[in-house]
């Protein structure tokens, strides 16, 4: 289910632009970067050179965390959590 879970947050994620209007203290990747919101504005930080924030799933327990990862281990994190159709399903 965490594989599904963040496959479906990423593809949310895909659909969203540093200017949507968000509700104080969520998250989420926008554009690559790690996006924060304040108030209710998105605060962007890009990844590292090399790196792209993704939605992934959880290993030992139930649910999904936001992290700058590369692209190659991002999709080996859902081929690991069983499910198909890479980072966005």
């Known amino acids: 289910q965490n594989g599904l ?3 479906k947050l990423n593809a ?4 969203m632009t540093a200017n949507d209007s ?10 690559s970067a790690f996006a924060q919101c304040i108030g209710s504005s998105w605060d962007l930080t890009p990844c590292s050179s090399g790196l792209s924030c993704f939605a992934l ?16 281990d ?11 159709g890479g980072v966005t399903g």
């Open 57 to 72: 799933p959880l290993v030992t327990k139930a649910g999904t965390s936001l992290a700058c990862d590369t692209q190659s």
């Open 22 to 31: 968000c509700t104080s203290g969520a998250q989420a990747c926008i554009s």
């Open 5 to 7: 879970d963040a496959q």
């Open 74 to 84: 991002a999709d080996a994190r859902f081929i690991a959590a069983g499910v198909q």
């Open 12 to 15: 949310q994620f895909a659909t």
